[in-house]
């Protein structure tokens, strides 16, 4: 079982639609996580961290469930320049674990 | 600031040869990582590094190696390059290790082994 699983999607999401996708990791005394969002070809860029309570960042909401072991990401109002691979990413003790990332593809 | 950087941009090697990856960063940070990316799959760390003169092993080491001489640059070495050696590798670095500390990536570098 990978350490960290991702739906590769492509999800197809029509501009100004609401797209919501989750990760599940293994190790459950992983400390942190967050979301990197990589365009094509380009190198990973943080989009945001993840906190316990979730959090919110403009059109952009993480939730973490530590019970079940997952975190996910909600898009709100998508824009076309939304258009990139969402890379999930789980810190435990310092070492980062890479989801092999969800694409998402906003339409006009 | 650059950030980190990474020369060069693309390469093709033939299988046996050599080549060192550059990287650099210009923002102070002690912890320095090598990354490779395959299609469809995560990143897989390579080598680390937690300050000058110190190297360690990640993931998927075999056929790399490192050195960090100073805080500055962590070049990736490939002795004998292998067809299972072509993907994109990412060097990356962060000021601390500890949980919540961004990692910065450069742009990459494509390798193709043929």
């Known amino acids: 079982r990978k350490e960290v699983e991702q739906d590769p999607g492509p999800f197809n999401v029509p501009e100004g639609a609401t797209v919501a996708f989750n990760c599940t990791y293994s190790?459950?005394?992983?400390?942190?996580f967050f979301w990197y969002r990589q365009d094509c070809r380009k190198e990973p860029k943080l989009l945001m961290s993840?906190?316990?309570s979730g959090n919110e960042d403009g059109r952009f909401t993480a939730q973490l469930n530590r019970a079940s072991q997952y975190i996910s990401l909600l898009i709100r109002d998508s824009k076309l320049s939304d258009s990139a691979t969402y890379l999930c990413?789980?810190?435990?003790?310092?070492?980062?674990?890479f989801g092999a990332g969800t694409q998402v593809v906003v339409t006009p | 600031n650059a950030g980190v950087t990474q020369t060069p941009k693309f390469r093709i090697l033939k299988i046996g040869q050599s080549m060192t990856l550059q990287c650099a960063q210009d923002?102070?940070?002690?912890?320095m990582y090598w990354y490779r990316q395959d299609p469809g799959m995560g990143l897989k760390l390579i080598y680390y590094?937690?300050?000058?003169?110190?190297?360690d092993k990640g993931e998927v080491p075999n056929g790399y190696n490192v050195s960090r001489s100073t805080t500055e640059d962590f070049p990736l070495r490939l002795e004998l390059a292998a067809p299972s050696q072509t993907s994109v590798y990412f060097c990356?670095?962060?000021?601390?290790?500890?949980?919540?500390?961004?990692?910065?990536f450069g742009p990459g570098t494509r390798l193709l082994v043929l």
């Open positions: 923002m102070n940070h002690n912890y």
């Open positions: 990413v789980v810190n435990s003790w310092g070492k980062l674990q």
């Open positions: 190790n459950s005394a992983s400390q942190s």
């Open positions: 993840v906190y316990s």
């Open positions: 590094s937690v300050g000058a003169g110190i190297t």
């Open positions: 990356a670095s962060s000021y601390s290790k500890q949980s919540g500390t961004e990692e910065y």
